[in-house]
């Protein structure tokens, strides 16, 4: 056993909460690595659906210990309630520890983040509003308030005092807006420091430590390839690194240590939000998808844009994240299509694009270029073998696994933890 990364190759909810949860298991740490409550990952057990932002997936085991790494950022507000929930169905949760190293998303983030949006008119970027893009921001600024300032009240007061400052000129000079109280967000906050302050930990000796001694490590990506910061469809991205390379640099560990990068793949494609979507069907098949895979964000309950499975940007998640393994979720929604479609490639103004380019403005412009299979009728939810799966559908399975050069090692085909065909080992 060792370090194993389970990212997201899509635009995000390709299921990997489920997939860290069937992982989970046998783990010894489940770290999160990056981005924050703008994750909704969503784990099934016994048929009781438990909906984790912040708080690692492989939580509701409880054999190894989770860890909020520093890479991520954190509400606490967001975390004490979500500890709460865990708490009030009567789960363990003094297996979760967070780095001092992470930085702290404070009330002024949130309302800015809206602000922003709301200024922007059609230019906004239809994000989760958690105060996601704001907090990374000041931590690239290097304003930002850290964990570790939470063991030393006096020095939290006087950053939270300096960002406030900047921030309320904003909200009344820019957005004219009212400022926001500092009292009453140092009261707020010294209770969160209260109740948050025996879980932190310097994480990264402990990590490495555990890489070190061959125990089995699983970093939990949130978001996805497309929403990368650099290699998403910027600007319509979030503010972190979901990619592979964002575990070295946001749980502090060697890209030496990573034995598997396992990448989540939806049998077709959503995204939640604004910017371009090649594949997207803004039509009845489109409806169809969203009905039958219910694709509504678990984070802000949009409605997700759906579309057909777009293997450009599957063969890009391939490439950056030097994926080992594919795990394909969701193709039990597939069921009853009498044709599938698979995006092969891009037209942009006649030419043609097998991977997909920085602009976005012309990948707006950009027409799919499909391969069609044939489809299947039965319902797979309860299959346990790949045998028992329809020909179709291991042909659709087959062509993936030869378009994306990878091996497909699980297929996932309902939300259930037990509702999975492993192709291989994992
Ligand atoms: P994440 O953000 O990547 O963890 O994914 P989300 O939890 O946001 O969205 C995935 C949704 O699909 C959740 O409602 C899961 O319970 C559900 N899900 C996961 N895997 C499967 C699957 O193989 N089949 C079906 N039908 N649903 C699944
Ligand atoms: P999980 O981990 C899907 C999207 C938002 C928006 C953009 C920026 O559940 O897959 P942000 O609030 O991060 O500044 O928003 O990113 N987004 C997600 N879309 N799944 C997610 O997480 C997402 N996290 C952020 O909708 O388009
Ligand atoms: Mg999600």
Same mark, same amino acid.
């Given at each position: 056993?060792?370090?194993? #990364? ?6 995000? !909810? ?30 099934? #057990? ?19 210990? &989770? ?18 929930? =865990? ?24 309302? =800015? ?21 704001? &907090? ?42 009212? $400022? ?21 930990? !310097? ?53 030496? $240590? ?125 299959? $346990?073998?790949?045998?028992? =799966? ?7 399975? $087959? ?6 050069? &990878? ?20």
């Amino acid at each position: 056993m060792a370090g194993y #990364v389970v990212v997201g190759t899509q635009w995000g !909810d390709e299921g990997k909460g489920k997939i860290i949860d069937v992982l989970g298991h046998k783990a010894d740490y489940v770290v999160r690595f990056q981005g924050g409550n703008n994750a909704g990952h969503t784990v099934v #057990v016994d048929g009781e659906k438990f909906i984790l932002h912040l708080l690692p997936s492989g939580m509701l085991h409880g054999n190894g210990k &989770c860890i909020i790494g520093p890479g991520v950022v954190i509400d606490p507000a967001v975390l004490l309630k979500e500890l709460k929930t =865990l708490d009030d169905k009567g789960a363990k949760t003094d297996h979760l520890f967070i780095s001092d190293r992470a930085h702290l998303i404070m009330p002024y983030h949130v309302e =800015l983040d809206k602000l922003q949006e709301e200024a922007s008119g059609d230019k906004k970027i239809g994000t989760t509003k958690r105060g996601i893009g704001p &907090c990374y921001s000041d931590k690239i600024s290097r304003k930002g308030i850290r964990v570790v300032d939470m063991l030393d009240v006096k020095l939290f007061s006087e950053k939270l005092k300096e960002n406030l400052e900047e921030k309320n000129v904003l909200f009344t000079k820019i957005y004219n807006a009212p $400022k926001m109280d500092y009292e009453e967000i140092l009261k707020e906050s010294k209770k969160h420091i209260e109740l948050l302050k025996h879980r932190i930990i !310097d994480s990264t000796p402990i990590i490495n430590q555990a890489l070190d001694e061959d125990k089995f490590v699983l970093f939990e990506g949130a978001q996805a390839m497309m929403l990368d910061i650099d290699h998403g469809t910027y600007p319509y991205v979030t503010s972190s690194s979901p990619t592979a390379g964002g575990v070295t640099v946001g749980a502090g560990v060697s890209p030496r $240590k990573i034995n598997r990068v396992i990448g989540v793949m939806k049998a077709y494609t959503t995204r939640v939000g604004e910017g371009p979507f090649v594949t997207e069907l803004e039509n009845e098949t489109g409806e169809w998808l969203r009905k039958t895979g219910f694709e509504y964000g678990a984070t802000t309950g949009r409605p997700r844009r759906c579309g057909w499975l777009d293997l450009v940007v599957g063969k890009y998640a391939t490439m950056i994240n030097g994926l080992t393994d594919i795990v394909i979720t969701k193709i039990d929604v597939l069921s009853g299509l009498e044709t599938i479609k698979i995006c092969t490639g891009y037209e942009i103004d006649g030419k043609v694009y097998t991977t997909s380019p920085a602009s976005t403005e012309s990948l707006s412009r950009a027409i799919p270029i499909y391969e069609s299979l044939e489809g299947w009728k039965e319902d797979i939810t309860q299959m $346990k073998e790949y045998s028992e =799966l329809p020909e179709n559908c291991k042909k659709y399975i $087959k062509r993936m696994e030869e378009i994306l050069g &990878c091996q497909i090692t699980m297929v996932s085909v309902g939300p259930d933890r037990t509702q999975n065909i492993f192709l291989k080992e994992i």
